[in-house]
């Protein structure tokens, strides 16, 4: 039985740490053509507007797995503006929240004309979140004085700050999420407030007919210290009727977890395998993802399924706003 506990324990810690987190947990639908989910500062970045919607589920044989959807739109408003919406909904467990952000973004023209992108850009995303902790099926012999037997549920308010530089084909983002670092106050017991997390991340696109775009993403939670990275690494082929794309992306943690094994210990680290595919043809986009745990410590053996659906409108000259092979400012 101990056995067990342990490996549901380090299951946990590896499998939602990165995970089960305050706002939108950092997935890999930003690889969807979807950066504005992530960073403020990308709203309103093409000509036009785009909307995307994302529906992700994790371990469909177990019961009360975690689950998220998101529907966001963003679109630029004159010639140095953007603003945009979020409404996600990410539930796990006995645990839930639901929230909307609004965003404002500024662009900066650095050099050259209207079609030569090199700008920089900031954005601010401001937000109210509802948290609630489900206690009306828990149950125990001995009344326990901490569970009150109902659904808690307490809101919180907390800002964004991103900012973006794109020039031709490279990028870089990087923002600060959950700024105010409010906590939720849904618990008896004591809780931090400290909710706060760092990104970075950079790219570039190589190429013309086919593209390879190498990017790399860089995250961490300020309470715990905790770090992970992506490396990712997409290709694009041009065909008749759009553009068909594929990726891969590893993501590993920084810290790991001791945990005992046939009389000693052992350590591992949270690593994500995640392939991804899709789709442009005209205004729509059509991705799937799926992602694998590895290790010799996993809760499941199953993986995380997430598909994203997403339209653009709104753009002259076929969406091609400037003059560079740039997926995320090009619709």
């Known amino acids: 039985m101990r056995r067990y506990l342990i490996l549901l324990i380090i299951s946990l810690v590896f499998g939602l740490t990165t995970k089960a987190q305050e706002g939108i ?33 994790q371990w469909f044989n177990v019961d009360e797995a975690p689950s998220l959807q998101t529907l966001n739109a963003n679109f630029r408003v004159g010639e140095r503006s953007g603003v945009g919406g979020i409404l996600f909904n990410d539930s796990n467990g006995y645990h839930s929240q639901t929230g909307f952000k609004a965003t404002y973004a500024h662009h900066l023209q650095l050099a050259g004309d209207f079609r030569t992108l090199n700008q920089i850009s900031f954005g601010l995303s401001a937000g109210v979140i509802l948290s609630s902790l489900d206690e ?29 530089y794109n020039i031709f084909e490279f990028y870089a983002h990087a923002a600060v999420l959950n700024l105010l670092g409010s906590g939720r106050d849904l618990y008896t017991a004591a809780e931090f407030d400290n909710l706060r997390r760092y990104l970075l991340s950079a790219g570039y ?64 680290r949270l690593q994500l395998f995640t392939p991804i595919i899709g789709v442009n043809v005209n205004q729509f986009l059509f991705s799937y993802n799926y992602s694998y745990q590895s290790g010799d410590i996993r809760f499941d053996n199953g993986g995380f399924h997430q598909i994203t659906l997403g339209y653009d409108f709104g753009q002259s000259d076929q969406g091609k706003r400037y003059d560079c092979y740039c997926p995320a400012a090009n619709n």
């Open 25 to 57: 947990p950092v997935y890999f639908d930003y690889l969807a053509d979807n950066y504005y989910l992530v960073y403020p500062s990308m709203a309103g970045i093409s000509e036009g507007a785009k909307i995307r919607l994302t529906a992700r589920k």
């Open 136 to 164: 009306t099926e828990f149950r125990s012999v001995i009344p326990d004085p901490v569970v009150s037997g109902t659904k808690n549920t307490t809101s919180y308010f907390n800002v964004d700050l991103g900012v973006s």
């Open 205 to 268: 696109v190589f190429g013309k007919k086919t593209r390879i775009e190498p990017s790399v993403l860089f995250q961490m939670t300020d309470f715990t210290k905790e770090k992970t990275i992506d490396f990712n690494a997409k290709v694009y082929k041009d065909v008749a009727f759009g553009t068909v794309w594929a990726g891969l992306s590893y993501r590993r943690s920084f810290d790991g977890a001791q945990f005992q094994t046939n009389g000693g210990f052992g350590e591992q």
